[in-house]
C-alpha cells in the first residue's frame, strides 16, 4: 500500500519561509508525478502544484507562482514544497499525493498523505 | 483558468436515495475530471477518474459520466458511510482546478 508522510509544518510569521517534505514508499516513486493540494480550515481544496517523475516539469497555482518552489529527490524518495514569502491565506493543511499511472490515460492524484499543517500568524 | 463549478453546495438526503452532483467546467475539458470523497479529518479519496471510470475498491454504486463542459457524480443509493464532501478536479490543463465541494448530509 501506498505510503506518503508529510513533515515540516508549523507555526511561521507573514513573510517567512518553511520547507514541507513528503516521504514516498511502497512503490516506485521516480515513475510517478507527485503533487500537493492545500486546504485552508474549513474551506474546499486547492490545487498548489506538481512535479513529473524526473523533476524537469514542474506547474504551480497562480496564487503560488513566484513564492513556492516544488523539487523532488529521487533517491530519497522525498518530495518537497520550499514555501516562502508566506501569507496569512496560506494557512492550510498541506497534503501531498501521487499521481495516477499515465498508463491510465490520466494523472489526476489517486493516493494521499494525511497532511502537513501550516500556520502563518504574527 | 478552467473554472469548475459545482453543485449544489449542500444536500440532505437519507439512506437508500439517489444522489447526483454536478459539475460544470468553464470551458472544454474532454473528460478529464476526477471526483473525489473526503470525510471529516481525513484526506480526499479517489472515486472516479477519467469521468466514468470506477476506482479499484470503490463500490459500484458511485459512477460518473459527461464529457466537455458537464458531468456527473451519482450515488445510486445513498448508504450511511457516504455522508461526507465531494469534490470535482479537472486535470485537463494546468492549473488543476477543484469544484467548491457538495457537503451530503443525513435527512
Known amino acids: 500500500e501506498v505510503q506518503l508522510v508529510e513533515s515540516g509544518g508549523g507555526l511561521v510569521q507573514p513573510g517567512g519561509s518553511l520547507r514541507l517534505s513528503c516521504a514516498a514508499s511502497?512503490?516506485?516513486?521516480?515513475?510517478?508525478?507527485m503533487t500537493w493540494v492545500r486546504q485552508a480550515p474549513g474551506k474546499g481544496l486547492e490545487w498548489v502544484s506538481i512535479?513529473?517523475?524526473?523533476?524537469?516539469?514542474?506547474y504551480y497555482a497562480d496564487s503560488v507562482k513566484g513564492r513556492f518552489t516544488i523539487s523532488r529527490d529521487n533517491s530519497k524518495n522525498t518530495l518537497f514544497l520550499q514555501m516562502n514569502s508566506l501569507r496569512v491565506e496560506d494557512t492550510a493543511l498541506y497534503y501531498c499525493?501521487?499521481?495516477?499511472?499515465?498508463?491510465?490515460?490520466?494523472?489526476?492524484?489517486?493516493?494521499w498523505g494525511q497532511g502537513a499543517l501550516v500556520t502563518v500568524s504574527s | 483558468a478552467i473554472q469548475m463549478t459545482q453543485s449544489p453546495s449542500s444536500l440532505s438526503a437519507s439512506v437508500g436515495d439517489r444522489v447526483t452532483i454536478t459539475c460544470r467546467a468553464s470551458?472544454?475539458?474532454?473528460?478529464?475530471l476526477g471526483w473525489y470523497q473526503q470525510k471529516p479529518g481525513k484526506a480526499p479519496k479517489l472515486l472516479i477518474y477519467?469521468?466514468?471510470s470506477l476506482q479499484n475498491g470503490v463500490p459500484s454504486r458511485f459512477s460518473g459520466s459527461g464529457s466537455g463542459t458537464d458531468f456527473t457524480l451519482t450515488i445510486s443509493s445513498l448508504q450511511p458511510e457516504d455522508f461526507a464532501t465531494y469534490y470535482c478536479?479537472?486535470?485537463?490543463?494546468?492549473?488543476?482546478?477543484f469544484g467548491q465541494g457538495t457537503k451530503v448530509e443525513i435527512k
Open positions: 499525493a501521487k499521481c495516477s499511472d499515465p498508463e491510465m490515460a490520466t494523472i489526476i492524484p489517486d493516493s
Open positions: 511502497e512503490f516506485t516513486f521516480r515513475n510517478y508525478d
Open positions: 512535479i513529473g517523475g524526473s523533476g524537469g516539469d514542474t
Open positions: 470551458q472544454g475539458i474532454r473528460d478529464d
Open positions: 477519467a469521468a466514468s
Open positions: 478536479l479537472q486535470d485537463n490543463n494546468y492549473p488543476w482546478t
